[in-house]
T-cell receptor
Framework: KAGVTQTPRYLIKTRGQQVTLSCSPI?????VSWYQQTPGQGLQFLFE???????NKGNFPGRFSGRQFSNSRSEMNVSTLELGDSALYLC???????????FGNGTRLTVT | AQSVTQLDSQVPVFEEAPVELRCNYS??????LFWYVQYPNQGLQLLLK??????LVESINGFEAEFNKSQTSFHLRKPSVHISDTAEYFC???????????????FGTGTRLAVRP
């Protein structure tokens, strides 16, 4: 079974631009979560989607948004990028709260 | 709400020595517990999990962790480490069996295990 796939692996953007990150979950997984990892703040939960509906949301500004498609693939969008948005963005897929999450290798976003 | 504390940000240890990485959690509800490992430039890999049953759980590469409800701890141990165990280790919790909580994980700040020859 293929693992969680995130594209692209690396991204460099300029302040003020917007960016879209993509995540393909493990086949059969209906839940997709997004996390931001930075040296200062560690791993922080962004949001979770299940069957195309946002089920949970973390404490991030509205510039961070996401969506999930009918095939469970998910995208995350960040608008009006700030320098502080530079981070590793990790996507994880799962089958429910009784089973562990499986993570992709992440997209490293650098904002200049 | 839950929180996870990993008191040791770095743990240096010599090869073949034993190691313990500490994890304590706080939660008003029952939780599931996980240890994830992250190698450089990679995502998180599940190392082991406690969902129910035996409080001692083991991984395929020699790590084990014991769930201690009274001390709200889930410490990770390995009797003899290898150079290849050098990585960052994250302890995480999620709410037990609550569909509305979904798959949200709360992570600790991580412990960097540095194995020296």
């Amino acid at each position: 079974k293929a693992g969680v796939t995130q594209t692209p692996r690396y991204l460099i953007k300029t302040r003020g631009q917007q960016v879209t990150l993509s995540c393909s979950p493990i086949s059969g997984h209906r839940s997709v979560s997004w996390y931001q990892q930075t040296p200062g703040q560690g791993l922080q939960f962004l949001f979770e989607y299940f069957s195309e509906t946002q089920r949970n949301k973390g404490n991030f500004p509205g510039r961070f948004s996401g969506r999930q498609f009918s095939n469970s693939r998910s995208e995350m969008n960040v608008s009006t990028l700030e320098l502080g948005d530079s981070a590793l963005y990790l996507c994880a897929s799962g089958q429910g709260s009784d089973s562990p999450l499986h993570f992709g290798n992440g997209t490293r976003l650098t904002v200049t | 709400a839950q929180s996870v504390t990993q008191l040791d940000s770095q743990v240096p240890v010599f090869e073949e020595a034993p190691v313990e990485l500490r994890c304590n959690y706080s939660s008003s509800v029952s939780v599931y517990l996980f240890w994830y490992v992250q190698y450089p430039n990679q995502g998180l890999q599940l190392l082991l999990k406690y969902l129910s049953g035996s409080t001692l759980v083991e991984s395929i590469n020699g790590f084990e962790a014991e769930f201690n409800k009274s001390q709200t701890s889930f410490h990770l141990r390995k009797p003899s480490v290898h150079i290849s165990d050098t990585a960052e280790y994250f302890c995480a919790v999620s709410e037990r069996g609550k569909k509305s909580s979904g798959d949200k994980l709360t992570f600790g700040t991580g412990t960097r295990l540095a194995v020296r020859p």
